[in-house]
């Protein structure tokens, strides 16, 4: 293969000579890409910080430590607590709450106030999870779906190509190679974008998974405090 045709084969020449439907699945697997990089990113952030305010709050919570000190020091805080901190502030304020009303209304017994205590954690804890799990859907779709977009360009490309040789007499590899390689980089590009958002999707699933077994776990054990202490 001369110079001439060598530059002709790279990516940039291939992506400027294309037909018109695959520089346009190209687009849009690029814009695809460059979206689930960015949730990769933001879900990276979310899943780190949870992971470490759910440590931070369990040495916090199990060192012993009055929960009335530890509820006024998370109320008071600058910022909104989240993940398990969240989870027992809702609790602890609809346990607090409950606990007032009893000593006015003789019709509320403990079975009132720890339900309402449940209810308030509970509601909580479908929040947390839907952040944790924001995004999610999208890198799954992108994953799925993405080589079938790059299928798609490459199906076509090739369709062109053989079109093209039709009014050929005689077909020669320089001929063929081009139109066959420009159809092969829509699938490179599909599989580019769904590699990532696959192998992210997992790990993230995964990990907002052991967040909610933690969370769940949390709100037994502090049903059961509760309980006690009524």
Same mark, same amino acid.
């Given at each position: 293969m001369n110079v001439s045709v060598a530059n002709d084969m790279s990516i940039f020449s291939l992506v400027a000579g294309a037909s018109l439907p695959v520089q346009a699945v190209l687009v849009v697997l690029i814009i695809t890409s460059?979206?689930?990089?960015? =949730?990769?990113?933001?879900? @990276?952030?979310?899943?780190?910080?949870?992971?470490?305010?759910?440590? #931070?709050?369990?040495?916090? &919570?199990? !060192?012993? %430590?009055?929960?009335?000190?530890l509820f006024e020091g998370i109320s008071a805080g600058r910022r909104k607590p989240q993940g398990m901190a969240s989870i027992f502030e809702a609790g602890f304020k609809e346990y607090a709450r409950h606990r007032q009303q009893v000593r006015t209304d003789t019709k509320m017994d403990v079975s009132d106030v720890m339900e309402g205590a449940r209810r308030a954690m509970r509601a909580t804890y479908n929040r947390e999870m839907d952040d $944790? #799990? !924001?995004? @999610? +859907?999208? $890198?799954? !779709?992108?994953? !799925?779906?993405? +080589?079938?977009?790059? @299928? &798609?360009?490459?199906?076509?490309?090739?369709?062109?190509?053989f079109? %093209?040789?039709?009014n050929v007499a005689q077909a020669t590899l320089n001929q063929v190679a081009p139109g066959i390689a420009?159809? @092969?980089?829509?699938?490179?590009?599909?599989?580019?974008?769904?590699? +990532?958002?696959?192998?992210? =999707?997992?790990r993230f699933a995964s990990a907002a998974d052991r967040l909610s077994v933690r969370y769940e776990s949390f709100m037994e054990e502090f049903t059961n405090i509760l309980q006690r202490k009524s």
């Open positions: 460059l979206f689930s990089w960015w =949730y990769i990113f933001i879900k @990276l952030a979310t899943i780190k910080r949870a992971e470490a305010n759910a440590e #931070d709050f369990e040495k916090a &919570f199990w !060192s012993g %430590g009055d929960l009335n000190k $944790l #799990d !924001s995004h @999610l +859907p999208f $890198l799954a !779709s992108v994953g !799925s779906v993405s +080589p079938y977009i790059g @299928l &798609f360009g490459t199906v076509w490309g090739i369709m062109n190509a079109r %093209g040789l039709s420009e159809a @092969l980089v829509a699938t490179a590009i599909g599989l580019f974008a769904a590699i +990532p958002a696959v192998i992210a =999707y997992n």
